[in-house]
């Protein structure tokens, strides 16, 4: 069946590191999109990417799509406390776009 | 983007007991609304699609009638877990617009 897989599960980094997360799906998906839960929350959803080879940034953040539409990577710059959370990436089902199907998160701890 | 919220944001119950989860569209009228389970330090997995003015659509595995939803308004969907179990104890969210997400319901079942 239709999965999304994402590495790494669990990363520890000092402040000011960079972290990356990427994510890859046994499909080709029409959007990707990025979400961030922290601690004892609720996703909140970060970014939507549409386009092949598309890259998008948010400050820090920076965004990518594969040109085959099947990977995606979320890179963050400089890391700080409070960029703590598990982030995840979710692409929709194929057959119903509006059905989303989740990776298992990177869980991101940030030593200050 | 739309605001969703969800009450009770926590409750413990007894097993055998049901409880009554509420999702609420604040600011968006939904036609659709999403039901997920989220256990400890796992991805989010989709119990259903809550469709106003008619019946749910379950995911594999999910139990219709254990897990009973209805969309009664565009702006109200409510959950409820009938006779709960410890092992139903998990992290329910909804979300509308596929991409908002409610702040939670924390369930506890004893």
């Known amino acids: 069946g239709q999965q999304v897989m994402q590495i790494p599960q669990y990363q520890h980094v000092q402040e000011g590191e960079d972290f990356t997360t990427y994510c890859n799906s046994s499909t080709t998906l029409s959007n990707i999109q990025w979400y961030k839960q922290r601690p004892g929350g609720h996703p909140v959803f970060l970014i939507q990417l549409v386009k092949s080879g598309e890259v998008k940034k948010q400050k820090r953040l920076t965004f990518q799509f594969g040109e085959a539409k099947k990977n995606s990577s979320l890179h963050i710059t400089a890391t700080q406390t409070t960029d703590v959370g598990t982030y995840f990436c979710?692409?929709?089902?194929?057959?119903?776009?509006?059905?989303?199907?989740w990776g298992l998160g990177t869980s991101l701890a940030v030593n200050p | 983007g739309a605001v969703v919220s969800q009450h009770p944001s926590w409750v413990i119950c007894k097993s055998g007991t049901s409880v009554k989860i509420e999702c609420r569209s604040l600011?968006?009228?939904?036609?659709?609304m999403f039901w997920y389970r989220q256990f400890p330090k796992q991805s989010l997995m989709l119990m259903a699609t809550?469709?106003?003015?008619?019946?749910?659509?379950?995911e594999q595995g999910v139990e219709k009638d254990k897990f009973l939803i209805n969309h009664a308004s565009l702006t109200l969907s409510t959950l409820t877990v009938t006779s709960a179990h410890p092992e139903d104890s998990s992290f329910y969210i909804c979300?509308?617009?596929?991409?908002?997400f409610g702040p939670g319901t924390r369930l506890t079942v004893l």
């Open positions: 979710a692409g929709p089902y194929a057959g119903n776009n509006r059905k989303l199907i």
């Open positions: 809550s469709n106003e003015g008619s019946k749910a659509t379950y």
């Open positions: 979300s509308v617009a596929e991409q908002f």
């Open positions: 600011d968006f009228q939904a036609t659709t």
